[in-house]
T-cell receptor
Framework: GEDVEQSLFLSVREGDSSVINCTYT??????LYWYKQEPGAGLQLLTYIFSNMDMKQDQRLTVLLNKKDKHLSLRIADTQTGDSAIYFCAESISSGGSNYKLTFGKGTLLTVNP | NAGVTQTPKFRILKIGQSMTLQCTQD?????MYWYRQDPGMGLKLIYYSVGAGITDKGEVPNGYNVSRSTTEDFPLRLELAAPSQTSVYFCASSRSTGSYEQYFGPGTRLTVT
């Protein structure tokens, strides 16, 4: 079945880069997503990558996709205290020819220390 | 645009009571979803809908019901609430084409005692 795995915790110092890793299982996933959840809030879409891409950059965020190893990473450059949150990786699930249902990992709690 | 809105924000129910969690989106999205989030877990899909009048079960549908009479609204009904339904509930919506990225509401925190 489908499963998305993430490490549960990451702690970095302010100004360093953060790298959050994710592995997924559905080789037919078309899109992979990164969401951010701040305490008491809903999930905010950060970025997504199409499965035929290797990399996508958006300001301080860089997404790397290794399709062969089914490995996705999110790099946050110059991490700030405001980046402290839970980060969820999600993959689209192929269902009846469509890819709109998502499977989420359990989330990585990023703590940024001043 | 308000995006996806959910009411109420918090609710405490007694075992056996019923309630409806409201969800509305103003982005004209055809697809809508209900998830529950338990501590330390990811999100589990309860029900989803690909358009008005069409709903389908997700991963954890037992104890819940939904309806979709309009594009904008997708209420989630809890009948005979149980302690196992204590959770945070999120509604989301997405377009029916393209990258299907889902946009989430702020959540409803439900406690059943």
């Amino acid at each position: 079945g489908e499963d998305v795995e993430q490490s549960l915790f990451l702690s970095v110092r302010e100004g360093d880069s953060s790298v959050i890793n994710c592995t997924y299982t559905d080789s037919s996933s078309t899109y992979l997503y990164w969401y951010k959840q701040e305490p008491g809030a809903g999930l905010q879409l950060l970025t997504y990558i199409f499965s035929n891409m290797d990399m996508k950059q958006d300001q301080r965020l860089t997404v790397l996709l290794n399709k062969k190893d089914k490995h996705l990473s999110l790099r946050i450059a110059d991490t700030q205290t405001g980046d402290s949150a839970i980060y969820f990786c999600a993959e689209s699930i192929s269902s009846g020819g469509s890819n709109y249902k998502l499977t989420f990992g359990k989330g990585t709690l990023l703590t940024v220390n001043p | 645009n308000a995006g996806v809105t959910q009411t109420p924000k918090f609710r405490i129910l007694k075992i056996g009571q019923s309630m409806t969690l409201q969800c509305t989106q103003d982005m004209n999205h055809n697809y809508m979803y209900w998830y529950r989030q338990d501590p330390g877990m990811g999100l589990k899909l309860i029900y989803y809908s690909v358009g008005a009048g069409i709903t389908d079960k997700g991963e954890v549908p037992n104890g819940y019901n939904v309806s979709r009479s309009t594009t904008e609204d997708f209420p989630l009904r809890l009948e005979l609430a149980a302690p196992s339904q204590t959770s945070v509930y999120f509604c989301a919506s997405s377009r029916s084409t393209g990258s299907y990225e889902q946009y989430f509401g702020p959540g409803t925190r439900l406690t059943v005692t």
